[in-house]
Nanobody, 120 residues
């Protein structure tokens, strides 16, 4: 199991912004389609956004127009720029490797999460 590593969470006021990062682990030749999920206490993980190695992106409706996912393939890092944050965005945010490309590359690995707290 190769766990991606998230960073960039924190506490902000409503209307503020944060940028989350997710660095892939594993062999350097491995490439990944990657996703962000979020979870609040007592609820299941909710899909937020996904990016493929080709750059295609999708978002859940509640973050469209406010969040932007991007990637740096050389650094094997995915970013989630979160603007106009709302209290309902408060959650633990998790990164996940969806599909791995390359020999001996594993997928469906979750990071440990990074906390985002938005106060009103």
């Amino acid at each position: 199991q190769v766990q991606p590593v998230e960073s960039g969470g924190g506490s902000v006021q409503a209307g503020g912004f944060l940028r989350l990062s997710c660095a892939a682990s594993g062999y350097n030749h491995c490439k990944y389609d990657m996703s962000w999920y979020r979870q609040t206490p007592g609820k299941g993980r909710e899909f937020v956004s996904r990016i493929t190695i080709g750059g295609s992106t999708i978002y859940t409706d509640s973050v469209k127009g406010r969040f932007a996912i991007s990637q740096d393939n050389a650094k094997r890092t995915v970013y989630l720029q979160m603007n106009s944050l709302k209290p309902e965005d408060t959650a633990m945010y998790y990164c996940k490797t969806d599909t791995a490309y390359g020999a001996m590359c594993t997928d469906n690995d979750w990071g440990q999460g990074t906390q985002v707290t938005v106060s009103s």
